[in-house]
């Protein structure tokens, strides 16, 4: 029986990615509803101010600016949160409280209506209905954080303008009710539109992720011998013909190893293509773990047949590499009775080196190395034959 984890399918997983967006996008416009906050309620004070109600007036804007500060801390506190520990509905939420207490001190300031005075009645319910719209704009990018300011800013004021039982009053409580609803319905469809697009720009993110992902798998594939996991003929043609070019320039010594697994073709005779594979393989890993620095690159480069591109690497450096491949591939042991040199399988390897700028094409490289390599079976095999073209006097061979 399979056993999902609670949230780790690919819809929660995006839904969580995209809620984590449009709370950080909630936390950077921030400053903005506060601002608005804290200049409406001045305002209103100012237009709302009597002697009668001078204090109460004060005690207000003091409340809204302490929340404003309690706000910048929690808003300071969420982002860290968020940029440390990652997205947390719980948080968010309590941060949505935090804009309910925002909204609680706006809806105290509904009851800051002067029924006597109609233009400081019309500037309060306006900055109340103001804040409610900004709100929109500021706060849908979190709905709850929406509904928690604006519910407690408006309701107030329309149960105050309801239960004053004016003709005016009612109409005013009706027609700000109609408009809350309003309002509800327009932050839900913006939330909605943003979730939308960012799902999208997830979507857009995760199909560019996976194609660049295909295809630095294909371009591996492409470049990857599949029976050894060396480099192939291609990889080694393109890597070639890259440092010919560069050490043309620089003028660093440029060694290169071709060897043949002799009397291949005996082995595949007579034990058989499956255990010739094997072999090849073994070989391979062989090769592989000969050479380690990174700019250096074992290829198969056909067949039976393989080969060692070694940028900046001298003569003896590259003699020393060939032969401890070659002391490395009979220490297999692998049993070769067709083979005419040994009871086991043995190779044989072409080295030169020289300085690029002496040598026309990468080609010819190639070709030097072959004829190395000939040079080795000619003479007996399970050999290396190396010629240092920097050198052309010096000639060399090692044999078992």
Known sequence: MTRTIKGSDPASITNRRVE??????LLDVSPIPLFAS???????????WSPERGSFLVGWVALVYAIIVLRIWVTARSRKALDTRGYGRRRALRYAL??????????????????????????????????????????????????????PAILPMIVMLAAHGGRTEIILAVYNLILLVLMIGIAMRVNRSLRQTWELRFDKEDLVTALTKAHDSLTVLADTDGLTGLANRRRFDVVLETEFSRLRRSRAPLSLILLDVDFFKNFNDHYGHVAGDECLKRIGGVLEGSISRAPDIPARYGGEEFA?????????????IAERIRSDIIALAIPHTRSAVAEHV???????????????SAREFVMMADEQLYRAKSEGRNRVAARNRSYPAAVQIRSA
């Open 20 to 25: 984590a967006a449009l709370f950080r996008e």
């Open 38 to 48: 804290g200049l409406a309620s001045v305002l209103i004070g100012i237009a709302e």
């Open 308 to 320: 060692a591109v070694l940028p900046e690497t001298d003569h003896d450096g590259a003699l020393a």
């Open 98 to 151: 935090s804009t309910g207490l925002s909204g609680v001190a706006w809806g105290i300031g509904g009851v800051l209506v002067d029924f006597n005075d109609p233009l400081a009645m019309v500037l309060t319910i306006t900055a109340l209905q103001a804040m409610v719209m900004g709100g929109v704009v500021t706060l849908s990018t979190f709905l709850p954080a929406f509904l928690s300011f604006a519910l």
């Open 346 to 360: 043995t190779i044989s390897l072409g080295v030169v080196t020289h300085d690029c700028s002496a040598v026309g």
